[in-house]
């Protein structure tokens, strides 16, 4: 693999200087791509999909095409009412003007823009942090309220409905692999009899879509905390990246997914379960930025199964990491053996903290007016 002739196939003005490594995504491989002419300099964000999670990346580039034009369209439309510059990436053509790039080991590659002077943290640093992040969320909700869900094609069809998830799970159990890891381990079986114990709780939003208490929007798919970009000279939220999950869905994903994680201020990757924790303070402060921008798409329905989003979501990511730890670390990428069964760990411990707290959450759910 030839990075640098890579990089060269995509059209940005001067002479490749470096290609290095950026983030820690699960998925895809990110790189930093470094421009130069005899006046200034030109970045852009280097990505090679990974093709056993997209198998169809062409419909991956078509539907971020129609989601940036949507939201640069209605941007630039609202931009003299903004309190900010509200941003978003956008596609870097190849030099032969497709969207994408093939190399010769048939690796998929793209390019997009990258936002200057604006930093994602891996954890919440603050409350007002917390509050911009809810910011940025509740806006891009906004912005493709009003754009067809029919006109995209999922690039994940199932993501985040958490019965999939289950049966998928299910399917993993039976395998000779998973059985033996299960007998091997104590901590497996514990977190098997976790997911026992909550196995009807994990419908609970797919029956009130089917009942039609709730109904599908554009929603994000991934809006973790370091994919919120926050100005470095305003502090304000300015653009939420990695829109390759982007697709029709129920808002409560993006919000449950958001608040899982922005909460917990150890992060993801933490050994120490005792040092996972539940933030009411960020808690109150993303939902106060999410409802000042998205509240009025929002119905009676929407805002009653918060809760349960927050809750399950936490429930459906432990579910993920657990399974593919199971079915031999196939999906998220790992630097050891055992990092997807930490992972669930983790988030299986979130949930217990957040069902402890539903009380103080369902209030300040109930305060964010």
Not at 215 to 224: N, Q, W
Not at 286 to 311: E, N, P, Q, V
């Amino acid at each position: 693999m030839d990075l640098a002739s890579t990089a060269r196939q995509f059209a940005r003005e001067g002479r490749l200087v470096t290609v290095y490594p950026t983030g820690n995504g699960n998925v895809n491989e990110t790189y930093i791509a470094v421009f130069r002419t005899t006046y200034d300099e030109h970045r852009i964000v280097l990505q090679r999909i990974n093709r056993h999670v997209f198998r169809r990346p062409e419909i991956l580039m078509e539907n971020l095409r129609r989601v940036t034009a949507h939201i640069h369209r209605r941007l630039l439309e609202e931009a003299d009412q903004a309190d900010r510059i509200w941003q978003l990436p956008a596609i870097v053509p190849c030099r032969d003007g497709k969207d994408w790039f093939i190399d010769d080991e048939g690796n998929f590659w793209r390019a997009l823009t990258l936002i200057d002077s604006a930093r994602a943290y891996e954890t919440a640093q603050t409350t007002e942090h917390a509050y911009e992040v809810g910011s940025v969320l509740g806006n891009f909700h906004r912005l493709l309220s009003d754009m067809d869900a029919a006109a995209i094609t999922h690039p994940l069809p199932g993501f985040h409905v958490t019965p999939r998830y289950l049966e998928m799970y299910d399917e993993t159990c039976r395998t000779e692999r998973a059985q033996r890891l299960l007998e091997n381990s104590v901590e497996a079986q514990r977190l098997a009899r976790f997911v026992e114990e909550r196995r009807d709780f994990a419908n609970c939003l797919q029956r009130a879509l089917d009942r039609g208490e709730l109904k599908l929007r554009m929603i994000h798919g991934d809006p973790k905390v370091n994919n919120i970009l926050i100005d470095e000279y305003t502090a304000k939220g300015t653009a939420i990246i990695d829109l390759d999950t982007v697709g029709p869905g129920l808002i409560h994903y993006d919000f449950g997914d958001a608040l899982r994680s922005i909460a917990n201020p150890a992060g993801e990757e933490v050994e120490k379960l005792s040092r996972v924790d539940f933030s009411m303070e960020l808690c109150e402060g993303f939902c106060r930025g999410y409802i000042r921008f998205a509240g009025d798409m929002l119905t009676d329905a929407d805002r009653a199964y918060f809760y349960d989003s927050i809750r399950l979501l936490a429930f459906e990511l432990g579910l993920r990491f657990f399974q593919d730890y199971l079915a031999g670390n196939q999906y998220f990428r790992v630097r050891f053996p055992e990092q997807n069964l930490n992972r669930a760990r983790v988030q299986f411990r979130m949930c217990e903290i957040i069902e402890a707290r539903e009380k103080a959450i369902r209030k300040i759910l109930a305060d964010c007016v």
